[in-house]
């Protein structure tokens, strides 16, 4: 497969989708389970009363259905490029996440991760250039 042929609008249009829908899937999910004030340890959402309280939230089943769409735009992504080329653009999910917690959720992004992250961005400009 020629990396040269297999960038195309639509491919393009996939791999964004993926990665952006990825980020708000993971959004999602966080708000519901910061709106599960019951679960104040990772092992509380095996409890009985919390089960039906997660997939019964609104955030959290929308995270799961947006995960579930990002994933068909993955699989178009996968017909025109290479998996060694695909899969590290995912790394770009931490970006965008991190950009949308900023955002939605209000989260603190150190210096340090800010560092880390555009590591990430450098890293994604070098594969595509290769």
Not at 6 to 23: D, E, P, Q, S, Y
Not at 46 to 54: G, R, V
Not at 106 to 128: D, F, M, Q, T
């Amino acid at each position: 497969m020629s990396e040269t042929s297999t960038w195309t609008f639509f491919t393009i249009l996939f791999v964004t989708a993926w990665i952006i829908l990825n980020a708000v899937c993971q959004i999602s999910i966080k708000t519901g389970i910061l709106e599960l004030k019951g679960i104040q340890e990772p092992t509380g959402i095996f409890d009985t009363a919390n089960i039906l309280n997660i997939v019964t939230n609104k955030f959290i089943v929308a995270g799961f259905l947006i995960y579930l769409i990002s994933t068909v735009f993955w699989f178009g992504a996968m017909t025109k490029l290479e998996i060694s080329m695909l899969s590290p653009l995912g790394s770009l999910v931490f970006v965008m996440t991190a950009l949308l917690a900023l955002v939605f959720l209000g989260e603190k992004i150190s210096p340090i991760r800010w560092g880390a992250i555009s590591i990430i961005v450098v890293g994604v400009y070098l594969l595509v250039r290769s």
